[in-house]
């Protein structure tokens, strides 16, 4: 069931989405060669006790039982990486990509989002993996203001990455953002048949974690023996971008992006 949020509810979510985005503006900045992923994960453990944001990552269950918490304030997947891999000290290089994502809880309510970050001088088929990517993000927002059912977007961001010679990853997809992190429904970036069968109506009050994630040459992935990361099976670069965004009477509004 989806939970709708109150206008009020919505400015909350803001000011929690406002401290990911200084977080991950953070990251961006420090993002040149020879820094390395836990120097990230500590500057965004210090942005987020700054503001008194609790950090949604850190201690985050495993979705298999027995098998260890989430140990770090974000998730840092670097090239193949495609989602929820560890910080390490290896030092970054030219070439790299990194995948950052984090989220934070201020007053009750949760902000998420991700970004993926070029080290130096990339690749261009690396360079067109992170702008095919961030353009399947940003053209979704702008559909949600013309569609009624999230399957329409849906349909266009996997359009659009297939027309680009890339793949949509499905084994992960986008979340329902409230009080929770994870709440209902799944918001796959591709038409996948729970969606045919419940679809999500795009009205005021529902807010969403949009997070396409897109491979440059398979959608399967395998998850490393940490229990954690998961990387394309390939082993070819993968980009993943994400931003919490609220549908309002006047469209939708993007509340993990840096300033008002
Ligand atoms: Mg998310």
Not at 232 to 237: E, F, L, N, S
């Amino acid at each position: 069931m989806i939970k709708l949020k109150s206008p009020r509810e919505i400015a909350l979510m803001r000011d929690a989405g406002r401290v990911v985005a200084r977080a991950l503006d953070q990251v961006r900045r420090m993002a040149v060669p020879g820094v390395s992923t836990s120097e990230m994960d500590e500057a965004v453990a210090a942005i987020f006790k700054d503001h008194d944001a609790l950090p949604l990552f850190k201690g985050y269950p495993n979705s298999t039982k027995g098998k260890p918490a989430f140990p770090a304030f974000i998730c840092a997947s670097v090239n193949d990486a495609v989602v929820h891999g560890i910080p390490t000290r290896r030092p970054l290089q030219e070439g790299d990509i990194v995948s950052v994502d984090t989220g934070c809880k201020i007053n009750g309510w949760c902000g998420d989002a991700a970004v993926t970050l070029a080290i130096g001088e990339v690749r261009p088929e690396i360079q067109k993996l992170l702008d095919v990517t961030s353009q399947t993000l940003e053209l979704s927002i702008r559909a949600m203001a013309r569609c009624t059912l999230w399957s329409e977007v849906a349909a266009l961001m996997e359009k659009y990455v297939k027309s680009q010679g890339m793949y949509v990853i499905e084994k992960f997809v986008g979340h329902g953002i409230g009080q929770d992190m994870h709440e209902d429904p799944q918001v796959p970036n591709f038409v996948s048949k729970a969606l045919r069968k419940n679809d999500i109506r795009l009205e005021p009050g529902v807010v969403l974690a949009i997070e396409p994630m897109v491979a440059l040459g398979t959608k399967n992935v395998d998850t490393l023996n940490d229990h954690w990361t998961v990387v394309t099976k390939d082993r070819r670069a993968s980009a993943h971008f994400e931003h919490t965004v609220a549908m309002t009477p006047q469209g939708p509004r993007v509340l993990t992006f840096l300033e008002d």
